[in-house]
């Protein structure tokens, strides 16, 4: 079994102010861990994912993520938020032994950005 | 970079009418998934499938079947349509990997049933 928390439902920023996004999972396997951006009216984007390689992953538009096993956690940060950063972002756990790997998300981040 | 695309981005659909959402990618892609995502209830997984001609369900099959006769290729039927099928649908595919395969999605379709 598995399955994902994210822990805010909503994050309001300042332009220029870092951010972050909390996401804690559980997982009987190994899990892949996968952060993607939704901005209104589009499909999800993959920002960054996590496959037992290095701990700290970077991906795009300057975000990052840490997986910490002995804290369940896969948090997302960005040092300096940029108005275009306002979107929903989800948390994803993937860590089914079946080929297709079926994914659960998270219930969704909406991300803020003031001027 | 890998395309998904999803044939209308808006329909509008009469109650008991048979719809299709067609979903087409262009990477080779073995695994292909389709998703309803609802305002409080976050993406929740309809069907997919891993092959050809090969289908498991999601989490909430009823009152949808797929169809995939070719691998770039995967149809949603709502064999008639109701009005709490109103929804934004998700296509997504990703190559043969198992959990470590990142899911690429097309833009969506806004399914709205009268």
């Known amino acids: 079994a598995q399955s994902v928390t994210q822990l805010d439902s909503h994050v309001s920023v300042s332009e220029g102010t870092p951010v972050l996004l909390r996401c804690n999972y559980s997982?009987?396997?190994?899990?892949?861990l996968f952060w993607y951006v939704q901005h209104p009216n589009k499909g999800l984007q993959l920002l960054l994912k996590?496959?037992?390689?290095?701990?700290l992953v970077k991906g795009i538009n300057g975000f990052e993520a840490e997986f910490k096993k002995s804290e369940t956690s896969f948090h997302l940060t960005k040092p300096s938020a940029h108005m275009s950063d306002a979107a929903e972002y989800f948390c994803?756990?993937?860590?089914?032994?079946?080929?297709?790997?079926?994914?659960?998300f998270g219930d969704g981040t909406t991300l803020t950005v003031k001027p | 970079d890998v395309k998904v695309t999803q044939s209308s981005r808006y329909l509008v659909k009469r109650t008991g009418e048979k719809v299709f959402l067609e979903c087409v990618q262009d990477?080779?892609?073995?695994?292909m998934f389709w998703y309803r995502q609802d305002p409080g209830l976050g993406l929740r997984l309809i069907y997919f499938?891993?092959?050809?001609?090969?289908?498991e369900k999601g989490d909430i099959p009823e009152g949808y079947s797929v169809s995939r006769e070719k691998k770039e290729r995967f149809s949603l039927i709502l064999e008639s349509a109701s009005t709490n099928q109103t929804s934004m649908y998700l296509c997504?595919?990703?190559?043969?990997?198992?959990?470590?395969?990142?899911?690429?999605f097309g833009n969506g379709t806004r399914l709205t049933v009268t």
């Open positions: 997504a595919s990703s190559y043969e990997g198992g959990l470590r395969s990142p899911l690429h």
């Open positions: 997982s009987s396997y190994s899990p892949s």
């Open positions: 996590y496959t037992s390689a290095a701990t």
């Open positions: 994803v756990v993937s860590g089914s032994n079946t080929n297709a790997g079926k994914s659960t």
């Open positions: 990477m080779d892609h073995e695994n």
């Open positions: 499938s891993y092959d050809v001609k090969m289908k």
